[in-house]
């Protein structure tokens, strides 16, 4: 059973940068896509990208210019980078495995972790 | 990208069929058939119930169906039962190699 579990800091204070890791365990990361995704407090969801096979990467647009994602497969893990942030920022952070690679079977998630972006 | 379209609620009660929409564009919805459905239950994770089009993952009940006809996905679900009530998202892969969500619908079970 493939379980992701999401961890960093919950605080970010503006301007600063947001960096969040997603552990995977019982299964490897190699092969799969790997996104995390964001929701705002009592909003939608919002892709924000995905890497695959450790190179591979893409972003939403809206993202792009503040963005990174990489992984580690010595630790069977990957992480997010936001630099820049603002309130607008605020929100639980997912990761997720993309069985399809097409954005179509995120079909395992972590449990999420909520980043408040505040001074 | 703009979000996928979406109603904000809908509501049936119990036993009833409903049927909500996910529109988008030529180049999303309409363009592939890697639309996606999510169930959201308060303070839990998204939960995969039809990927491309109108596939159901194992152990999703057969309640949930989807469709598609031309730039608008559909989601429905029979005999409507109380734990059906969430939140329901739609996603779609687009032109841009990129994936957009829908902005949620919020289904009550009267």
């Known amino acids: 059973q493939v379980q992701l579990q999401e961890s960093g800091p919950g605080l970010v204070k503006p301007s600063e940068t947001l960096s969040l890791t997603c552990t995977v365990s019982?299964?490897?990361?190699?092969?799969?896509?790997w996104s995390w995704i964001r929701q705002p407090p009592g909003k939608g969801l919002e892709w924000i990208g995905y890497i695959y096979n450790s190179r591979s990467t893409n972003y939403n647009p809206s993202l792009k210019s503040r963005v990174a994602i990489f992984a580690d497969t010595s630790k069977n893990q990957f992480s997010l980078k936001l630099n820049s942030v603002t309130a607008a920022d605020t929100a639980v952070y997912y990761c997720?495995?993309?069985?399809?690679?097409?954005?179509?079977?995120?079909?395992?998630w972590g449990q999420g972790t909520l980043v408040t972006v505040s001074s | 990208q703009s979000a996928l379209t979406q109603p904000a609620s809908v509501s049936g009660s119990p036993g009833q069929s409903i049927t909500i929409s996910c529109t988008g564009t030529s180049s999303d919805v309409g363009g592939y058939n890697y639309v996606s459905w999510y169930q959201q239950h308060p303070g839990k994770a998204p939960k995969l119930i039809i990927y491309d089009v109108s596939n159901r993952p194992s152990g999703v009940s057969n309640r949930f169906s989807g469709s598609k006809s031309g730039n608008t996905a559909s989601l429905t679900i029979s005999g409507l039962q109380a734990e059906d009530e969430a939140d329901y998202y739609c996603?779609?892969?687009?032109?841009?190699?990129?994936?957009?969500f829908g902005g949620g619908t919020k289904l009550t079970v009267l």
């Open positions: 997720a495995r993309d069985l399809g690679g097409y954005g179509d079977k995120f079909d395992y």
């Open positions: 996603s779609s892969y687009t032109t841009s190699s990129t994936v957009v």
């Open positions: 019982g299964g490897s990361i190699n092969n799969y896509y």
